[in-house]
Each structure stands twice: as C-alpha cells, then as structure tokens.
Nanobody
Framework: QVQLVESGGGLVQAGGSLTLFCETSGRTFSDAMGWFRQAPGKEREVVAAIIWSNGNTYYADSVRGRFAISKDNAKNTVTLQMNSLKPEDTAVYYC?????????????????WGQGTQVTVSS
C-alpha cells in the first residue's frame, strides 16, 4: 500500500512560482511517480514524471522548461517546482505512484493517488 499526501498549492500571479510537495509512504511498492493536473471541465493530464531508481524525468510539452520534477529518496518525497506560471496552469494537481517503468505518462497506469492540491494562477 502506498499513501500520498500533496502540499504547497495556492494562489499566485501569472509569472510567479510555486513548489508542490508529495510525501509518500510505502515507497517499496513504487517504481515511478507522476504529477498530474485536472482543470474544471477537462480531463486529467500528465504534467511530469520521474523514476525512483535512476532519476529519469519526463515532461508534458506544455510545461517543459518551466516546471521541474525532483525526488528525495531518503525522505521519500517528490517535488514539482513550477516557474513562469500561466493562468492555464490553474488546476487541481495530483501526485501518483505506479509500479514499473513503462507508460509513466498515462494516468490509467498509476496505482495510487493523493487527494490533490489546488493551484490557481491569476492573470
């Protein structure tokens, strides 16, 4: 069983920055972590993903160069640093955990999810 708790969301002006944190427990069952987001009326979409063992990272085109995902194996945490935020980044952000290294950009492949944290970017 893996439990995930997100924190760090909030309200920020366009161009600003926020850092999201995901604390995990039961990480021995996790091979990869992802950050996803869901805006009102839209489907959940991948933001970024990272593999625990080798640190390989993956990003959606919409955030590449602005967001950075990182991990702390000792603390079992995954961080999403978000810079140059835009109003279209407004969404509920979720972290998620999966076993295996494949299909890490697909939400349906993830086994465990956090409760989500709201990010609102004002124009």
């Amino acid at each position: 069983q893996v439990q995930l708790v997100e924190s760090g969301g909030g309200l920020v002006q366009a161009g600003g920055s926020l850092t999201l944190f995901c604390e995990t427990s039961g990480r021995t069952f996790s091979d990869a972590m992802g950050w996803f987001r869901q805006a009102p009326g839209k489907e959940r979409e991948v933001v970024a993903a990272i593999i625990w063992s080798n640190g390989n990272t993956y990003y959606a085109d919409s955030v590449r160069g602005r967001f950075a995902i990182s991990k702390d194996n000792a603390k079992n945490t995954v961080t999403l640093q978000m810079n140059s935020l835009k109003p279209e980044d407004t969404a509920v952000y979720y972290c998620a955990s999966k076993t295996g290294w494949d299909a890490i950009l697909l939400a349906d492949e993830y086994d465990y999810w956090g409760q989500g944290t709201q990010v609102t970017v004002s124009s």
